[in-house]
Nanobody, 125 residues
Framework: QVQLEESGGGLVQAGGSLRLSCAASGRTFSDRRMAWFRQAPGKEREFVADISWSGGATYYTDSVKGRFTISRDNALNTVYLRMNSLKPEDTAVYYC??????????????????WGQGTQVTVSS
Protein backbone atom coordinates (compact mmCIF):
# COMPACT_ATOMS: atom_id res chain seq x y z
CA GLN A 1 0.00 0.00 0.00
CA VAL A 2 1.40 3.36 -1.06
CA GLN A 3 1.38 5.99 1.66
CA LEU A 4 2.63 9.50 2.18
CA GLU A 5 2.70 10.59 5.80
CA GLU A 6 3.30 14.17 6.83
CA SER A 7 4.59 15.23 10.23
CA GLY A 8 6.07 18.28 11.92
CA GLY A 9 3.08 20.58 12.00
CA GLY A 10 2.02 22.46 15.09
CA LEU A 11 1.35 25.82 16.69
CA VAL A 12 3.99 28.51 16.34
CA GLN A 13 4.15 32.26 16.88
CA ALA A 14 4.52 34.63 13.96
CA GLY A 15 8.17 34.83 12.95
CA GLY A 16 8.84 31.30 14.07
CA SER A 17 9.91 28.23 12.13
CA LEU A 18 8.76 24.68 11.48
CA ARG A 19 10.06 21.81 9.40
CA LEU A 20 7.55 19.49 7.83
CA SER A 21 8.48 15.98 6.75
CA CYS A 22 6.74 13.67 4.30
CA ALA A 23 7.74 10.03 4.52
CA ALA A 24 6.76 7.71 1.70
CA SER A 25 6.20 4.00 2.00
CA GLY A 26 5.01 1.24 -0.27
CA ARG A 27 7.07 2.37 -3.24
CA THR A 28 9.93 4.67 -4.02
CA PHE A 29 9.24 8.18 -5.26
CA SER A 30 12.78 8.92 -6.31
CA ASP A 31 11.53 9.13 -9.92
CA ARG A 32 8.72 11.58 -9.13
CA ARG A 33 8.38 15.30 -8.72
CA MET A 34 7.19 15.97 -5.18
CA ALA A 35 5.26 18.95 -3.91
CA TRP A 36 3.67 20.62 -0.93
CA PHE A 37 0.19 22.09 -1.08
CA ARG A 38 -1.83 23.77 1.64
CA GLN A 39 -5.47 24.41 2.35
CA ALA A 40 -6.77 27.07 4.72
CA PRO A 41 -10.33 26.94 6.10
CA GLY A 42 -12.84 28.00 3.49
CA LYS A 43 -10.23 28.18 0.75
CA GLU A 44 -9.16 25.97 -2.11
CA ARG A 45 -6.07 23.82 -1.88
CA GLU A 46 -3.12 25.83 -3.20
CA PHE A 47 0.32 24.92 -4.48
CA VAL A 48 3.22 25.88 -2.20
CA ALA A 49 6.42 24.37 -3.60
CA ASP A 50 7.75 21.49 -5.65
CA ILE A 51 11.04 19.73 -6.26
CA SER A 52 12.27 17.68 -9.17
CA TRP A 53 13.02 13.98 -8.85
CA SER A 54 16.75 14.68 -8.45
CA GLY A 55 16.30 17.66 -6.15
CA GLY A 56 18.08 19.86 -8.66
CA ALA A 57 15.12 22.09 -9.42
CA THR A 58 12.69 23.75 -7.06
CA TYR A 59 9.82 26.17 -7.47
CA TYR A 60 7.84 28.22 -4.98
CA THR A 61 4.65 30.19 -5.02
CA ASP A 62 5.37 33.90 -4.65
CA SER A 63 3.98 34.22 -1.13
CA VAL A 64 6.57 31.83 0.35
CA LYS A 65 9.66 32.65 -1.72
CA GLY A 66 12.62 33.45 0.47
CA ARG A 67 10.92 31.96 3.54
CA PHE A 68 10.27 28.30 2.67
CA THR A 69 12.72 25.69 1.40
CA ILE A 70 11.74 22.35 -0.10
CA SER A 71 14.25 19.50 -0.12
CA ARG A 72 14.31 15.75 -0.46
CA ASP A 73 16.36 12.73 0.55
CA ASN A 74 15.71 9.97 -1.95
CA ALA A 75 17.65 7.46 0.12
CA LEU A 76 15.11 7.99 2.90
CA ASN A 77 12.15 8.42 0.54
CA THR A 78 11.37 11.66 2.37
CA VAL A 79 10.56 15.22 1.38
CA TYR A 80 10.89 18.22 3.65
CA LEU A 81 9.53 21.74 3.84
CA ARG A 82 11.45 24.15 5.99
CA MET A 83 9.31 27.16 6.87
CA ASN A 84 10.88 30.28 8.34
CA SER A 85 9.46 33.70 9.20
CA LEU A 86 6.02 32.21 9.45
CA LYS A 87 3.01 34.50 9.16
CA PRO A 88 -0.58 34.04 10.35
CA GLU A 89 -1.63 33.74 6.70
CA ASP A 90 0.49 30.57 6.46
CA THR A 91 -2.02 28.84 8.73
CA ALA A 92 -3.39 25.81 6.86
CA VAL A 93 -3.33 22.07 6.56
CA TYR A 94 -0.20 21.17 4.61
CA TYR A 95 -0.20 18.19 2.25
CA CYS A 96 2.60 16.49 0.40
CA UNK A 97 1.96 14.98 -2.98
CA UNK A 98 3.73 12.88 -5.59
CA UNK A 99 3.47 13.96 -9.20
CA UNK A 100 1.86 11.94 -11.94
CA UNK A 101 4.14 10.76 -14.71
CA UNK A 102 3.73 12.78 -17.88
CA UNK A 103 2.39 15.94 -16.24
CA UNK A 104 5.68 17.81 -16.39
CA UNK A 105 5.76 20.84 -14.12
CA UNK A 106 2.02 21.47 -13.90
CA UNK A 107 1.28 22.82 -10.44
CA UNK A 108 -2.37 21.96 -10.07
CA UNK A 109 -3.74 19.27 -7.76
CA UNK A 110 -4.82 17.07 -10.69
CA UNK A 111 -1.18 16.70 -11.74
CA UNK A 112 -0.41 14.79 -8.55
CA UNK A 113 -1.21 11.17 -7.95
CA UNK A 114 -0.57 10.36 -4.31
CA TRP A 115 -1.42 12.52 -1.33
CA GLY A 116 -0.75 12.45 2.38
CA GLN A 117 -3.39 13.01 5.02
CA GLY A 118 -2.11 16.47 5.91
CA THR A 119 -0.57 18.14 8.92
CA GLN A 120 -1.95 21.26 10.60
CA VAL A 121 0.19 24.38 10.80
CA THR A 122 -1.16 27.21 12.93
CA VAL A 123 0.65 30.53 13.19
CA SER A 124 -0.49 32.88 15.93
CA SER A 125 -0.07 36.63 15.70
Amino acid sequence: QVQLEESGGGLVQAGGSLRLSCAASGRTFSDRRMAWFRQAPGKEREFVADISWSGGATYYTDSVKGRFTISRDNALNTVYLRMNSLKPEDTAVYYCAAGKMGYGTMRRAYAFEYWGQGTQVTVSS
